[in-house]
């Protein structure tokens, strides 16, 4: 196992997270799929893997709370160091900015930003060590244009871009890079919600939602040795949205 990188995705239990989760895994990697409270389900992510011939194992804690994120990521760490990060957690709870209320501001912001910091600062020493390393954060194609409904969403995405920049130019001589990819209407539990297929159509020019296997594709690449020049960056996946 000492070759074999270790990779973290958190909310990999989701659509786009255990897209990510298996194609890492096919990939060569040893994934820790994360999963906020339900085990279960990223268990099931895990089984798939291992079936399919990978190396995965199952963690949960909430990114939100920096207590039992430390606690859960000094566990992991005694293993040895996680060399690629992919912070996926997000979560969305929608109203107009007009009729919003602050718990709803915070919690989606606490999840999608703090989370990466909780979650991202702990592995930054032991990976910058090993002088490699990848780290990439899901975003959303709101943070690039903004979407009605979604300020909390949306400034919370696009904190991590700021975020993510500023870390490239911290870590990018230990050979470590850091990116965001910014998913425009990807099939799923969370695109079916909001976007019927009609509206599809009058807002993505590729007149189609994106497959989360395809977003793992960009994750993947971004995570790969090929990918080492690029940091810093944030890539829409977006089917030409903007």
């Known amino acids: 196992m000492s070759g074999q990188r270790r990779a973290l995705v958190t909310g990999g239990s989701g659509d786009i ?25 990223a ?31 000094e566990i992991l760490l005694a293993d040895g160091p996680v060399q690629i990060v992919v912070n996926n957690a997000g979560i969305h709870d929608d109203a107009p900015m007009a009729g919003m209320d602050v718990e709803r501001w915070k ?5 999608s930003l703090h989370g990466f910091f909780h979650v991202t600062q702990p592995l930054l020493l032991p990976m910058a060590r090993t002088r490699w390393g990848r780290i990439v954060s899901v975003s959303s194609v709101a943070a690039v244009l903004g979407n009605r409904g979604q300020t909390n969403y949306a400034a919370a995405k696009a904190a991590l871009h700021g975020a993510s920049k500023s870390l490239a130019r911290e870590m990018a001589s230990r050979g470590i890079s850091v990116n965001v990819v910014a998913p425009g209407v990807i099939e799923g539990q969370m695109a079916a919600e909001a976007f019927p ?16 296997e395809e977003v793992a ?4 690449f971004l995570c790969s040795d090929a990918a080492g020049y690029i940091n810093g960056q944030v890539i829409g996946i977006n089917g030409g949205m903007g």
Do not use: W, Y
């Not at 194609?23 to 906020?36: C, K, Q, T």
């Not at 194992?57 to 990521?73: H, K």
């Not at 919690?107 to 999840?111: A, E, H, L, T």
């Not at 297929?197 to 989360?212: D, F, N, S």
């Open 107 to 111: 919690r989606v912001i606490d999840v």
């Open 43 to 73: 268990q099931a992510v895990v089984e798939a893997i291992i079936e399919a011939g990978g190396s995965a194992q199952a963690v949960a804690f909430d990114v939100a709370d920096a207590n039992a994120t430390s606690a859960a990521l």
């Open 217 to 220: 594709a960009l994750v993947a």
């Open 197 to 212: 297929p009609e509206m599809i159509k009058q807002a993505v020019p590729a007149a189609r939602a994106g497959k989360p």
């Open 17 to 41: 997270g255990g897209a990510i989760c298996r194609r890492l895994a096919a990939d060569g990697a040893h994934v820790i799929v994360h999963a906020n409270a339900n085990l279960a389900r």
